[in-house]
Each structure stands twice: as structure tokens, then as C-alpha cells.
């Protein structure tokens, strides 16, 4: 803040600092005010790197995207200030105290969070299905007998019977002011239906209509209902994968279970399998033996000790029952004694205890969403800048090897070349008649000379660029990488690769200037006409007119290399930086949220133990007991 304030002193004597800079001191303070200011002051005509003010202006209003906090958080100069960015795009805390406004929250947060956005209509259905009445899925094996149960419970004929298998859907009991159905597909839309279409519907439906199907809801107005709405699902052992994965859902997403047994074919496997994952899930099942009607007292009593043996410690209680004995008698105006025990059990188990049940199947939907959203937000993998730092370093000390090793191998293949060249001229040149005469060549050996020159030092250079080029990849290892921010990322390998082609085609240039431009026209001007012709001495003039790979190439090249490796760490670093930033936004707007709800659920979870273990007394109960004899 010292140095904000400094900041704007200068700024009132005419000499501010850059608008850079001056972002980088209003983060650094948390300065809301500043950052404000700085956004409404117009942009000088010069004022060092333009600072993010679209980035700015969105986080100053409360509207930044992810990629606009990165932005602006790159202006920070620490942890402490990129962590003042980030947060200002954290979500409100979830309520700590109130269920409704847990399962709210959890909707809010999935709907604005993209990574969660495949969560937000499971969490919107749990929002409300929390103030509807209490949800009872109806389940079971194909054929035992579940919508006839429905019926019987009800006693009326709501639930359909006699759809096929591939046909079948998953139905929803609903109060309603009137009789009807609503109709909703996979694809969100809906269609509606009179008292006298339902039926029809469902019993005429084709294959390919029924997989459309997400759920019908059908509506009656029976008072039954308006403690109740009980979902009438297809069998689990032969429906469409599309109808059993939406009925697999209500052995989580119902408040209770009613688990139809078929007295022909109970406990079997598959119920097995089904009802494990309904008591993992937490969920209350009271199990319902059917079509006793056609069985002896010893064969039900028989069938009884199977279902208890086989699931028994998967369900609370289960009740002998025929569903058309029962609808029979409710049709009459009475009531079985059968119906009587069902009647007396699901008061007991399930509709006396509503608002337990009700509670328990919301924090169990929360516990989900906090664990599927983990599961749909794995942390990153953290970048091994170290070892991509180390290997840029490697780089660096090859080349930097390789460079001091051709400074004398080039040399030396240059000078090897104009030896080899004074032998040539020493073959070709006419020596002088007399004493004071001169040796002679024509235009034709200056020509020879030069084209044998410029060949030799290119084949000199060209070895060169082969082992500097070799070292940039020697045996595999790793390319560090140079990030031009807002283009395709370069490596640095690539960047030395171009850095030595552009040096060499330099020095050839040069080189060629060299030779062509005038040393060898020299050379016979000045030199030959009076030297000794033996090889060393006209190697020793030639070469005092060679060109010079230090100066027009290693030293230059070396720069340029090292200027490489500066920008490959820098661009490193700018890496890590937003690493470090994405890092803190996934915290603010994911890590801290997802635990404070699983907080939340947790205070929540114990309060509502209590409810659930009171409950728990009526479960051993005499009625029970008796069953279970």
C-alpha cells in the first residue's frame, strides 16, 4: 500500500508509472479503488505492456470469466495478490444450516460451473423432489406383479398392466386435480394426456417409441397420492437399457423401496445384485412376497424362509400379499387382512416417518453430487517444470560444448582447405622467367581458385552445422519448450536449429564476400607475383585473407543461442506462473466450495441421525418379528 501511495504521488507531480506497474501495485494491495481508477483512466499513447482491461473490467464487475481471471491474474506480482483474483470469481459459501438451500446451492453451483454442468439436472431434480410428498419406487423382476400391487395399494387402476417388456416404462404416481399423464422424453420435451389416453398410450407404444421415453407421470386425483407418489418401474431382468438405467436411478434418487417378490421365482441373483446396491445406497426396502393366492400356507411359509435367507438382511420386513385378492376387496369396499398388514407396514417403515426419509435421501443426493464432482474435476497433473528447466539447461551446456569444440575444428578444416589450395597454385602458377621478374596466372586460375575456396569452406561450414544441429536432440533427450504467449507453442531446439541455419548462411555469405569480393583478386594482385612458390608460403598469404568464422560466426551465434535459452526459462517461468494460477482459481472455485458443502452435509448429516435412529425402533418391532417367523 506504501508503494500504491507512492504511485499516486508521482502521478500528481506528472510523473506516474506505467499503467503495468501500477496494476501490479493495486493487486499487490487489494485495492478495489485503485483498480477502478486505473480501469476508467484512458490508456496512455505510450505506457510500456498494455495492461488486460477487458480482464480488469470483468473483475471488477463481478463477471470474469475463468480465462479472463488467468489474464488478469498474470499481472500479479505474487501468490498472495493472484489469490485476490481469483477469489473475486469464487462462489457465495453454500448455506450451513438449511437443507433446501444446501440442495439449491448444489443446482447453482453445478448449473455455472461447465466442468459440473452434466451434474445440474440431477441436483435440480433432488431440489425438488425435496418438497414433494414422500417417493416410494415400486420394484422387482419382470411379471412379479408390481403395477397390480400399485393398484391394490391405491385401489384403483392407475398403474398399467399388461404393456410388454420392450414397451414397458417407468411411471410416476402423481396427485393431480384431475386424471392425466405428462409424458417426457429423453430430450427434455413433454406431451400431455387426457384420463382416457393413458392407458392407450402405454399399451400401444413401439419399441422404438417407448425408447424415447424418460418417464410418464401419471396423475389421479386420490388421496392416497398426496402423501405419497409411487414410481411403478419395468422389471429390472428385461426392460430397454434406456427405461433400466432411469429405474436403477430410483433405487438411489426414491425415498423408500418396495421390493415385489414373485412367489414362483423370489431371491433371485439379479434381485440380489439390485437390492445390494439399494442398502448401500442407505435406502429403506420393505419387501412384498406376491400372488400368494395360488399357494398352500406351507408353500408361502416355505417361500418366506427362502426370501429371508437369501435377502433377508437386505430388506426390513416382508408381507405375503395378493394384489388381485386385495383390489378384489377394495373394489367391494372392504379390506384383506393382507392388504391390512402392507397398509400397517408402510405407515410403520416408511409414511410415519416421512420427513426422516425425506431428509436422508437429500444429504444422501448431496453426498453423490460432492463425489461425483471430484470424480468429474480430477486435480491436473503437475508439469515437471523442474526436470523441463534441467533439460533446457542441458541444452544450453551441449551447445554451449559443441560451440568451443568448432571454434577449433572449423578453424582448423579452413585452414586444412587453403593448404590443400596452395598446392593448387603452386601447380597451376607460371614462375618468373628471370630474377626480377614475376610469376604469372591467368583469369582462369583466379576463377579455379575462387570456386575451390568457396567449396571448401562451405563443406568446413556445413560439417559445423551438422554436430551443432546434432546436439539438439542427442540420444533423445527432451525438448525444453519456447512459449510465445497467444501462438503455437516453439521448442527451443527448433529455435537453436533456426538460430544455427541462419548463422551459417550467414558466415557463407560472408564467407563468400570474402573470397570472391576480393581476397583472391589480392592475393594474385599483391602476393603472387613476388612470393616464394612453395606451399607454405603461398598458404600463408591466402589465409591472411580468410575469412573469420569467430567474428562473422561463433561469436554472433553464440549470443543468439544463449538469447534461446534466456527465453525458453522466461517462457518457463510464464508457464508456471499460470499453472500456479489455474491452480489457485480450480481452489477458489471448485476445492473450497465442494468442501465447504461437504461440510455443510456433514453438520447436517449428524443432526439428522438422530431422526433416522428413532426411526430404527419401529424396525424390529413385533410386526417384524412376526414376518420374519
Known amino acids: 500500500r506504501e508503494a500504491l501511495a507512492v504511485a499516486r504521488r508521482e502521478a500528481e507531480v506528472g510523473a506516474a508509472p506505467a499503467a503495468s506497474a501500477q496494476l501490479a501495485l493495486a493487486l499487490a494491495a487489494h485495492d ?12 496512455p499513447a505510450a505506457d510500456g505492456a498494455p495492461i488486460p482491461r477487458a480482464a480488469l473490467r470483468a473483475f471488477l464487475a463481478g463477471t470474469a470469466s475463468d480465462e479472463e481471471l488467468v489474464d488478469l491474474a498474470r499481472s500479479a506480482p505474487d501468490e498472495a495478490a493472484r489469490r485476490f483474483v481469483v477469489a473475486g470469481g469464487a462462489p457465495v459459501p453454500p448455506p450451513g444450516a438449511s437443507l433446501v438451500g444446501l440442495l439449491g446451492w448444489a443446482h447453482a453451483f453445478a448449473s455455472r460451473t461447465p ?10 431434480r433432488a431440489l425438488e423432489a425435496f418438497d414433494r410428498p414422500l417417493l416410494v419406487a415400486v420394484m422387482g423382476e419382470f411379471n412379479a406383479g408390481k403395477s397390480s400391487v400399485v393398484n391394490a395399494l391405491v385401489g384403483e387402476e392407475v398403474a398399467p398392466t399388461g404393456v410388454t417388456p420392450t414397451t414397458a416404462t417407468v411411471n410416476v404416481l402423481r396427485h393431480g386435480e384431475a386424471s392425466g399423464a405428462r409424458v417426457v422424453y429423453h430430450d427434455g420435451t413433454t406431451r400431455e394426456l387426457g384420463a382416457a389416453s393413458v392407458s392407450p398410450f402405454l399399451r400401444e407404444l413401439s419399441d422404438a417409441q417407448a ?14 397420492l398426496r402423501r405419497v407418489e409411487i414410481v411403478d418401474t419395468p422389471g429390472l431382468n428385461s426392460i430397454r437399457p434406456e427405461h433400466e438405467r432411469v429405474a436403477r436411478g430410483f433405487l438411489v434418487d426414491a425415498d423408500a423401496l418396495v421390493w415385489v417378490f414373485a412367489i414362483g421365482q423370489a431371491a433371485k441373483a439379479s434381485e440380489k445384485e439390485a437390492l445390494a446396491l439399494a442398502h448401500a445406497a442407505g435406502k429403506h426396502v420393505l419387501g412384498v412376497l406376491n400372488k400368494v393366492d395360488g399357494a398352500s400356507e406351507d408353500d408361502v411359509r416355505a417361500v418366506m424362509r427362502h426370501v429371508l435367507g437369501g435377502v433377508g438382511s437386505l430388506v426390513e420386513e416382508i ?19 393382507a392388504a391390512r398388514t402392507l397398509e400397517s407396514a408402510l405407515e410403520r417403515r416408511f409414511f410415519g416417518h416421512a420427513r426422516a426419509h425425506k431428509r436422508a435421501t437429500a444429504l444422501a443426493a448431496l453426498q453423490r453430487f460432492v463425489a461425483a464432482a471430484r470424480a468429474a474435476t480430477p486435480p491436473p497433473d503437475a508439469p515437471a517444470f523442474a526436470a523441463r528447466r534441467a533439460a533446457l539447461d542441458t541444452l544450453d551446456e551441449r551447445l554451449r560444448g559443441a560451440l568451443a569444440h568448432e571454434r577449433v575444428a572449423l578453424r582448423a578444416r579452413i585452414d586444412e582447405a587453403y ?8 601447380d597451376f602458377v607460371r614462375p618468373r622467367a628471370w630474377p626480377f621478374g614475376e610469376h604469372r596466372a591467368d583469369s582462369a586460375d583466379v576463377s579455379f581458385l575462387v570456386e575451390l575456396l568457396e567449396d571448401a569452406v562451405e563443406r568446413a561450414t556445413e560439417v559445423t552445422r551438422a554436430t551443432l544441429r546434432e546436439t539438439l536432440v542427442p540420444g533423445g533427450v527432451a525438448r525444453a519448450p519456447v512459449e510465445a504467449r497467444g501462438g503455437a507453442p516453439v521448442v527451443a531446439s527448433d529455435a537453436a536449429g533456426r538460430a544455427i541455419d541462419t548463422a551459417i548462411a550467414r558466415f557463407g555469405a560472408y564467407a563468400h564476400g570474402v573470397v570472391e569480393g576480393g581476397a583472391v583478386a589480392e592475393f594474385f594482385r599483391s602476393d603472387l607475383p613476388r612470393i616464394e612458390l612453395d606451399a607454405l608460403a603461398i598458404r600463408n598469404a591466402l589465409a591472411r585473407r580468410a575469412p573469420d568464422p569467430e567474428r562473422a560466426l561463433f561469436a554472433p551465434l553464440a549470443r543468439e543461442l544463449a538469447e534461446v535459452v534466456r527465453r525458453g526459462h522466461a517462457a518457463l517461468d510464464e508457464e508456471e506462473t499460470e499453472a500456479d494460477i489455474r491452480l489457485l482459481l480450480r481452489e477458489e472455485r471448485l476445492v473450497r ?7 455443510a452435509v456433514v453438520d447436517l448429516g449428524g443432526s439428522a441421525e438422530g431422526e433416522l435412529g428413532a426411526n430404527a425402533e419401529g424396525q424390529l418391532g413385533a410386526g417384524g418379528e412376526e414376518a420374519r417367523r
Open 593 to 599: 466450495p465442494l468442501a465447504a458443502l461437504e461440510r
Open 211 to 224: 425408447a424415447a421415453v424418460r418417464v410418464v407421470e401419471i396423475f389421479h386425483p386420490l388421496e392416497a
Open 32 to 43: 478495489r479503488e485503485a483498480l477502478a481508477a486505473l480501469e476508467a483512466a484512458p490508456a
Open 319 to 337: 408381507v405375503p400379499f395378493s394384489a388381485t385378492r386385495a383390489l378384489a376387496a377394495r373394489r367391494a369396499g372392504a379390506l384383506d387382512d
Open 419 to 426: 593448404r590443400v589450395a596452395a598446392f593448387e597454385v603452386r
Open 115 to 124: 466442468a459440473l454442468l452434466a451434474l445440474a439436472p440431477a441436483a435440480g
